[in-house]
């Protein structure tokens, strides 16, 4: 993937690097590897990253390099693949499934079918998953396919503009129609797994809507502002009203559903390359439709 910047009159005399970092938005550590790989290019002549810029010189970067990822074994497992280009690959992901291969799942995740995935297409690349989903959680997941757009991405997470948006059903009937829980969420003392509300932990804020109220339960729309782990189901409990099917956090069974009701139904951001705004939309997987249904009646 190459990129390419104009200097314009009011970049004239500031230093090449100034140009790579701040205009183009490139990290210090991608820089830094452009360097050492001669991919800085100035009106096509390679340039150091000291060298003063002029109007009109157009800046040119290469930011695609071979990779590895020896940890992750190639696997053929079915991905419902929502949108992919040079940037990024979007999934739908199927509950049961861990997104990345852990030491209690080494195998069989959302990554090794990505990387099987890229090999079939000959692009050499670490899987770079943009953000994660529980096992149990359905929905979309974004994997970048370089540094750049990881970074990219990542960034517009921290500023609020890359929005994340699940649906849920919770047990009980919540009394205002909208709201925003704001409580920080800890790692769980003596757990590995477990978060819960602590003044110790992190800021943690999610905003809900009702879509509509069901038999002795609710189905929310949820907005993460932040994205901690386990955020909305520990935010759901904390407020009385947990996910229903969530055997972490509630104490109330169902044979309605085997899993935690949450599905993340939509991601929204813009588009390293080009600016334009990237929208991906899931539908309301099957277990959790037939989930409505019978709370319906």
Do not use: W
């Not at 994997?143 to 990219?152: D, G, L």
């Not at 804020?205 to 339960?217: F, G, Q, R």
């Not at 969530?246 to 600016?275: G, M, V, W």
């Amino acid at each position: 993937m190459i990129l390419n910047y104009t200097v314009k009159k009011e970049d004239e005399g500031k230093l090449l690097k100034f140009i790579l970092k701040n205009k183009m938005s490139l990290s210090e550590r991608l820089i830094k590897r452009l360097k050492l790989s001669e991919k800085i290019l100035v009106n096509d002549c390679p340039k150091f990253v000291n060298h003063v810029v002029s109007s009109g010189e157009v800046v040119e970067v290469n930011i695609d390099f071979e990779e590895t990822a020896e940890d992750i074994i190639p696997e053929d497992i079915n991905l419902d693949i929502i949108y992919e280009d040079h940037c990024f690959i979007a999934i739908n992901k199927q509950p049961g499934i861990v997104v990345h291969p852990t030491f209690s799942h080494p195998s069989g995740t959302i990554a090794n079918a990505v990387m099987l995935h890229y090999l079939k297409n000959g692009e050499t690349k670490k899987i770079r998953p943009v953000s994660r989903l529980d096992r149990d959680t359905s929905g979309v997941i974004v994997f970048a396919k370089n540094e750049f757009v990881q970074a990219s991405l990542i960034k517009q997470m921290k500023e609020n503009t890359y929005t994340k948006e699940y649906i849920g059903v919770v047990n009980g009937i919540l009394d205002t129609p909208t709201g925003s829980i704001n409580l920080p969420i800890a790692r769980k003392p003596d757990s590995i797994m477990l978060r819960h509300i602590s003044e110790d932990g992190y800021e943690s804020v999610t905003h809900y809507n009702v879509i509509e109220y069901l038999n002795n339960a609710t189905l929310l729309r949820f907005r993460l502002e932040t994205g901690r782990t386990h955020q909305i189901r520990v935010h759901c409990q904390a407020i009385g009203h947990p996910l229903i099917g969530d055997t972490l956090y509630s104490d109330i069974k169902t044979d309605l559903i085997n899993r935690q009701a949450l599905h993340s139904i939509e991601t929204t951001f813009s588009h390293p390359i080009d600016k334009s705004l990237v929208n991906l939309k899931t539908e309301i997987p099957n277990d959790i439709v037939n989930l409505i249904n019978a709370l319906r009646k």
